[in-house]
């Protein structure tokens, strides 16, 4: 039996060695991908139920990159109390005559505190909350709402007031996407392994 195109047999055997690199390669590249588009739609989604900016929300996020060491990207949100202030907090008033006002919470004289307004839901108005009430935090800048808290009255004391966490909206929505980011990551690798392979044979 004559056996004839061992160019053809050692191209082979070549492509077969590549195999495995191209499909390390491809793993992590993908990792990277799907990382990539994770942060996006997160980002865009949690701001699309809360009233904070996405610049704020992706400050609060953190992607570790996968490698062809370690092929496993991670994307995290920062575990932060948000405090209320932060949702758009505006001081209500009503007059009182004699009052001298206070300046700092945007109260002028002959009115006094009469609750606070929020915004948190990114849909609908505000909430008005009647008893709550506005204290520059220290060391803050109280412009614009930054640097000053929400506090309600529990007996003696006060209490500081937080809204939603971007690390809460994020559990929340890393779980019901499970199945797509599967489903994305499938898709990424199969698309980037074809690549690579190809890389390969020139």
């Known amino acids: 039996m004559k056996i004839e195109g061992i160019d053809a047999i050692r191209s082979a055997a070549k492509r077969l060695r590549a195999v495995p690199e191209a499909s390390a390669r491809a793993a992590y590249r993908a990792?990277?991908?799907v990382a990539a588009r994770v942060s996006t739609m997160a980002k865009r989604d949690i701001a699309s139920q809360i009233n904070l900016p996405q610049s704020y929300i992706a400050q609060q996020m953190?992607?570790?990159p996968a490698t062809a060491a370690m092929p496993v990207a991670e994307v995290r949100m920062r575990l932060r109390a948000v405090r209320l202030a932060r949702f758009s907090a505006a001081q209500i008033t009503k007059p009182a005559r004699r009052a001298k006002g206070d300046p700092r919470r945007g109260i002028g004289a002959g009115r006094k505190q009469a609750g606070v307004a929020v915004k948190v839901a990114r849909t609908g108005g505000r909430k008005i909350m009647?008893?709550?009430?506005l204290v520059p935090l220290r060391a803050g800048?109280?412009?614009g709402g930054n640097g000053m808290g929400v506090f309600i009255r529990q007996g003696r004391d006060i209490k500081h007031l937080y809204g939603p966490s971007p690390d809460q909206l994020f559990r929340r929505w890393r779980a019901e996407a499970v199945p797509d980011i599967k489903r994305m990551l499938a898709d990424?690798?199969?698309?980037?392994f074809r690549y690579e392979l190809k890389g390969s044979r020139k």
């Open 130 to 133: 009647p008893g709550a009430f």
């Open 188 to 192: 990424a690798y199969a698309s980037q």
């Open 31 to 33: 990792a990277n991908t």
């Open 62 to 64: 953190r992607t570790q």
């Open 141 to 143: 800048n109280t412009a």
